[in-house]
C-alpha cells in the first residue's frame, strides 16, 4: 500500500550540495524507518542513511559529516541533504521505507534518482 515518490537528483560540482526528497502515500503510519541506498555502475548497493519513526538516524562512514537525513513528521516526507559532494558519491540513489506489516518488515522502494558529481 505504501508508495515513495523520490525527486532532487541532478548534476553539481565537487564541493556543491543537493537535497533529495521522499514522499510517502497510502498506509503511512505502517512506516517505521526511510532512508537512502544507493548504487554505483559495477558496485553493490550501499545504505547511505536511515531516520527511524523517533528520530534516530544512522549514516555510512561515507556518509557522516557531510549528509544529514530528516523527516518531516506531518506528511512523512524524507530529506538528505548532501553537502560537500565528492565525484564518488555519483550514483542512482534509491529511497526506502520499511513498513511494518502482518508481523514482519517490508521494504519499499522509490523509483531512484541520479546524482552526479563532476570533478
Known amino acids: 500500500q505504501v508508495q515513495l515518490e523520490e525527486s532532487g537528483g541532478g548534476l553539481v560540482q565537487v564541493g556543491g550540495s543537493l537535497r533529495l526528497s521522499c514522499t510517502p502515500s497510502?498506509?503511512?503510519?505502517?512506516?517505521?524507518?526511510m532512508g537512502w541506498h544507493r548504487q554505483a555502475p559495477g558496485k553493490q548497493r550501499e545504505l547511505v542513511a536511515t531516520?527511524?519513526?523517533?528520530?534516530?538516524?544512522y549514516y555510512a562512514d561515507s556518509a557522516k559529516d557531510r549528509f544529514t537525513v530528516s523527516r518531516d513528521n506531518g506528511n512523512g516526507t524524507a530529506f538528505l541533504q548532501m553537502n560537500s559532494l565528492k565525484p564518488e558519491d555519483t550514483a542512482v540513489y534509491y529511497c526506502?521505507?520499511?513498513?511494518?506489516?502482518?508481523?514482519?518488515?517490508?521494504?519499499?522502494w522509490g523509483q531512484g534518482t541520479l546524482v552526479t558529481v563532476s570533478s
Open positions: 526506502y521505507a520499511v513498513v511494518a506489516g502482518w508481523g514482519r518488515f517490508l521494504d519499499v
Open positions: 497510502g498506509s503511512i503510519t505502517s512506516i517505521t524507518g
Open positions: 531516520i527511524l519513526k523517533s528520530g534516530s538516524a
